[in-house]
T-cell receptor
C-alpha cells in the first residue's frame, strides 16, 4: 500500500539551513506536500509540488523532487526559532486520498 | 475570512460512550475531510465529504461515521469509544473535492478514559 517515510527528529543551529527528507511509495502520486504543525495548532500547508516538477522555490523554502527515487526534500534557508515545529510530508494517491508521513520534529539550537 | 473551526477543542469521555465532533469549514468551501492524529500512527485519513455525500473513506471501523449538512458544516461521530480512540481529530476544508490546498482546523483533542 501507499506509505510515506521521514525521519522523526532533526536539530539545526539557528541561521543554518535545514533539510528534511521524505520518501514515498506511490509512483502515481500527482502532488506532494509539505505541512507544518506548531504546538497546539492544526496543520498549515507550506508548499506543494506537482509530480512533473523537479524543484519549487518559495522565499526561504526549496522543495526538491526526485521522482525516480521517490524522494522529496524540504530545505529551509536561514533557519529561525520560529521554524521550530513538526513538518509533515504527504502524497496524494490515485484515489484522491492524502497520505501523511509521521512528521519530522525540527529543533533549533541557539 | 474566518478559518476552519472545530468544536469542542477538548473532550473527555469514558469507554463505551459515543461522541460527536463538529467542523465548520471556511465560508464557500464545499469539501471537508477528517483525520485522526496519534503519536503512534501519525495522521490517518478518516473520510471526505463533498456536497453532503461521503466521497472517500479511509480504513477505519464502522464505529467512525460522519455527515455533512447543506451549509457544508460536518460532524463526525464515534460510537462505543475505545481507549485507542484517544487522539487529536483534525478537520480540513477545501473549495472543491480532492483539492490541492486543504486548510486545517486546530483540532479536537479527545481523551478516552
Amino acid at each position: 500500500g501507499e506509505d510515506v517515510e521521514q525521519s522523526l527528529f532533526l536539530s539545526v543551529r539557528e541561521g543554518d539551513s535545514s533539510v528534511i527528507n521524505c520518501t514515498y511509495t506511490d509512483s502515481s502520486s500527482t502532488y506532494l506536500y509539505w505541512y507544518k504543525q506548531e504546538p497546539g495548532a492544526g496543520l498549515q500547508l507550506l508548499t506543494y509540488i506537482f509530480s512533473n516538477m523537479d524543484m519549487k522555490q518559495d522565499q526561504r523554502l526549496t522543495v526538491l523532487l526526485n521522482k525516480k527515487d521517490k524522494h522529496l526534500s524540504l530545505r529551509i534557508a536561514d533557519t529561525q526559532t520560529g521554524d521550530s515545529a513538526i513538518y509533515f510530508c504527504a502524497e496524494s494517491t490515485r484515489d484522491d486520498k492524502i497520505i501523511f508521513g509521521k512528521g519530522t520534529r525540527l529543533h533549533i539550537l541557539p | 475570512k474566518a478559518g476552519v473551526t472545530q468544536t469542542p477543542r477538548y473532550l473527555i469521555k469514558t469507554r463505551g460512550q459515543q461522541v460527536t465532533l463538529s467542523c465548520s469549514p471556511i465560508s464557500g468551501h464545499r469539501s471537508v475531510s477528517w483525520y485522526q492524529q496519534t503519536p503512534g500512527q501519525g495522521l490517518q485519513f478518516l473520510f471526505e465529504y463533498f456536497s453532503e455525500t461521503q466521497r472517500n473513506k479511509g480504513n477505519f471501523p464502522g464505529r467512525f461515521s460522519g455527515r455533512q449538512f447543506s451549509n457544508s458544516r460536518s460532524e463526525m461521530n464515534v460510537s462505543t469509544l475505545e481507549l485507542g480512540d484517544s487522539a487529536l481529530y483534525l478537520c480540513a476544508s477545501s473549495p472543491e473535492a480532492a483539492d490541492n490546498e486543504q486548510f486545517f482546523g486546530p483540532g479536537t483533542r479527545l481523551t478516552v478514559l
